[in-house]
């Protein structure tokens, strides 16, 4: 289980969407940064409010050139309903296999129950892994203000 570290391309991973549709990561982010967040699952308060962060963020991080793309375990039912909830609109993908999103990127993987843990990746515009944050609990996460500082700090010292 490799950690992704700052350099490193981001494997292609595809994300199933609720209603149908998937994303392809890091395509998906297109020619611009990217943030890629493994929340544990829709019952984690400390994953509600990492996501609820990047909602309201969402018009800055937009201004930043930043778009977010987030995925668990959770099915379809479930995710839609956390995305309603949460009014998110960014893509949310459903139903990931947690083992196998581990052997790709890294990301630590609770037993029993399966799920993620909490791991977010800032992709620069080439799909490369600008910064990775991995959690092996409940907290330790990016945060919106810090991705929006980084993606700025980088802009203004690119080569």
């Known amino acids: 289980m490799p950690l992704l570290s700052p350099?490193?391309?981001?494997?292609a991973?595809?994300?199933k969407l609720t209603g149908g549709g998937a994303v392809t990561l890091p395509d998906a982010f297109g020619d611009g940064f990217g943030v890629v967040l493994f929340y544990r699952g829709s019952w984690c308060p400390y994953c509600n409010a990492q996501?609820?962060?990047f909602q309201r963020a969402d018009q800055r991080l937009a201004e930043a050139g930043v778009k977010v793309v987030a995925l668990s375990v959770d099915d379809e039912?479930?995710?839609a309903e956390l995305i309603t909830k949460l009014g998110l609109t960014f893509p949310v993908g459903h139903s990931a296999d947690a083992a196998a999103i581990s052997a790709a990127t890294g990301a630590f993987v609770n037993t029993e129950p399966a799920y993620l843990q909490s791991t977010g990746f800032v992709l620069d515009p080439s799909g490369n892994v600008?910064?990775?944050?991995?959690?092996?609990?409940?907290i330790g996460r990016l945060v919106p203000e810090d991705v929006i500082g980084l993606v700025r700090y980088l802009g203004e010292h690119a080569e």
């Open 130 to 138: 600008a910064v990775s944050v991995y959690s092996s609990g409940a």
């Open 77 to 79: 039912a479930t995710t």
């Open 13 to 15: 991973l595809t994300l």
């Open 7 to 11: 350099g490193d391309p981001f494997p």
């Open 51 to 53: 996501l609820r962060a």
